[in-house]
């Protein structure tokens, strides 16, 4: 059939939509959502029409049950849960940290009503949003003061901004990194009026070459930023927090230290089964004015940037405009309050925070919660599709890199559907089900899996063994 004859057959917007399954769909979505999803499949058969890629066009019932199958599956809402079964725990894609029920709940109590978010309470007048949570912020790092803004990419700026704007900054080589993508650390000194003085070479930097930076290049700040999503081998040499602070406090006048610690942890790492890096209480301990983490990374709570350090450097903080232009909303601060209370007691955290809970899962218990799976699954499909496989987990989110975590999964192989197919058919469902895929089979990873998980794969893989059946061998 010409293209021609098949454009004229693509079916016009209002009749599509006239047709039942559409007209029965807009009572339980917005029209206006229905209405633009169907101008889209339609530009979509356009397109597909034009570049000759579609050989025949339904008519417009079989157009409209196609459009509303579609929609139905994909949900009501674009942004929607997922079930992480990548193995990856802060995957930076899938929303880095999931917060725990109580947390969620507490969540959506402050949201749903009016809250103190700032009004002091006793006075009766207005107070501080940071009131909420800096007390405890200090309580967990040792620091004197702290301040909390949007994401820990806007605290680096701010705290740049405010403190070092027209000084030079000594920075080593190695540690100009780029963390997704968007935040490049000599392009953010760049833009907050710092000049950059890099030290060292890539692979080694030595104490003489901050303190040339201090005396020739008359740096009045010397920044350390944690690389956090990758790990340097071999010949290398780096010059830690407690070796710039004492670097710093030998010279006159003393310069800052300014420590981006990225992805920081609030618990003994031993609590959790991690190697032990910096502590943010030890940065601080050991002569850092300034560090600033993640409030989503290992923390396992919401987005956000935590400033801590010296009462009159982060005072400063506080009152610079970007301060409020980066503020912390909210929701955000009722996740982090509860967090926090929930980290000054480690055993609990472990528990309660799903990050630090999923870190902490050793190969045997990653073992128990596929066992579980696989057990929900074989009541509905056959028992030769699964098998239980050792895998290696990642902590993900920038946060421990190298760090494999031993984990296992459930592999899971479907006569008639390649592992691309099957993947892809997990993901499209109305709680999409993010796998990996290895050896041309899914893998589900036990570590990443909530507690009713199983529930929703076994939907899930309903639905694609379905729709292959239904179709024929193709999703
Ligand atoms: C992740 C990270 C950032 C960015 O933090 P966001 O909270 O994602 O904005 C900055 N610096 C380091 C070292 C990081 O690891």
């Known amino acids: 059939m010409a293209d021609r004859e098949l454009l004229r057959r693509i079916p016009k917007i209002d009749v599509l939509l006239a047709q039942d399954a559409l007209a029965r769909l807009c009572d339980t979505m917005p029209y206006e959502q229905v209405r633009s999803f169907a101008r889209s499949w339609i530009d979509d058969l356009r397109a597909d029409v ?34 992480n079964a990548t193995g990856i725990v802060l995957h930076t894609n899938l929303g880095r940290a999931p917060l725990g029920e109580a947390v969620s709940n507490h969540v959506a109590q402050v949201a749903r009503g009016y809250c103190n978010l700032e009004y002091n309470l006793e006075q009766g007048r207005r107070g ?9 912020i200090c309580e967990l790092t040792g620091a004197e003061a702290a301040c909390v803004v949007n994401n820990n990419a806007g605290a680096v700026f701010l705290v740049l901004d405010t403190l070092c704007k027209g000084e030079a900054v000594a920075i080593s080589r190695g540690e100009l990194v780029e963390i997704g993508g ?17 030290v060292g070479t890539t692979n080694k930097t030595h104490v003489r070459d901050y303190e040339d930076a201090i005396r020739d290049g008359g740096a009045t700040t010397l920044l350390k930023v944690h690389t956090s999503n990758f790990v340097m081998r071999g010949f290398t040499e780096s010059v830690s927090v407690p070796e710039l602070a004492h670097i710093a406090t030998a010279q006159d006048p003393r310069p800052l230290v300014i420590y981006d610690a990225g992805a920081a942890l609030l618990v003994p790492p031993v609590s ?29 709570s919401a987005q956000a940037g935590i400033i801590v350090g010296r009462r009159d450097l982060v005072e400063k903080i506080k009152r610079n405009q970007l301060c409020r232009m980066l503020r912390v909303d909210k929701l955000s601060l009722a996740a982090l309050e509860m ?33 579980r799976v696989r057990a929900c699954l074989e009541e509905e499909f056959p028992a030769e599709w699964f098998d239980v496989v050792e895998v290696k987990d990642e902590a993900g989110g920038g946060s421990l890199p190298g760090v494999e975590l031993p ?8 006569d008639g559907l390649s ?57």
């Open 50 to 83: 034009l570049a000759g890629r579609a050989q025949s066009v339904p008519d417009a019932a079989q157009a409209a049950e196609d459009v509303a199958s579609r929609l139905s599956r994909r949900g009501r809402f674009h942004l929607k849960r997922v079930v």
């Open 182 to 198: 968007s935040f490049r650390v000599p392009d953010i000194m760049a833009r907050s009026g710092a000049r950059l003085i890099e």
């Open 419 to 475: 592992a691309d197919e099957l993947g892809r058919g997990l993901r499209a469902q109305t709680v999409p089900v993010i796998t990996r895929v290895r050896d041309d089979a899914v893998l589900l990873s036990g570590r990443t899996l909530q507690d009713g998980d199983e529930k929703l794969v076994r939907t899930a893989l309903g639905a694609v063994v379905r729709a292959r059946t239904g179709r024929g061998g193709a999703v």
């Open 128 to 136: 501080s949003r940071y009131a909420h949570v800096e007390e405890l």
């Open 272 to 300: 959790v089964g991690i190697p032990s890096a910096l502590s943010v209480r030890a940065a601080l301990e050991e002569g850092a004015d300034v560090v600033s983490f993640s409030g989503d990374k290992l923390v396992g």
């Open 339 to 371: 967090t926090f209370q929930t980290c000054l007691n480690p055993a609990r955290a472990i528990e309660e925070v799903p990050t630090l809970h999923m870190l902490s899962l050793g190969r045997p218990e990653c073992r128990e919660r596929v066992v």
């Open 407 to 414: 984990g296992a999964a459930l592999s899971l192989r479907v």
